[in-house]
């Protein structure tokens, strides 16, 4: 396995349009390349994204419900 170049030219597609560049803290998002896909590709990322937002939300709602279970039970 070759290793990265991190000097070389990403594919134009790939590339940030200027002047947003990503910042520490961004979402982990590809915004920019959703113009760039054919609309059948990009409704079916976007339904993606979309589920995986929906389940991280399920996943932290389990959570809140289960530590109120604990304290309520601890608090008798």
Known sequence: MSTPNPGAEVP???AWPFPHRPHPGDPIDMEFILDKLAPDT?????AVRLEAVA??????AEGARKAASLI???NG
């Open 12 to 14: 134009s597609f790939l």
């Open 42 to 46: 990009r409704n079916q990322l976007i």
């Open 55 to 60: 389940a991280v939300h399920q996943a932290v």
């Open 72 to 74: 309520a039970g601890a």
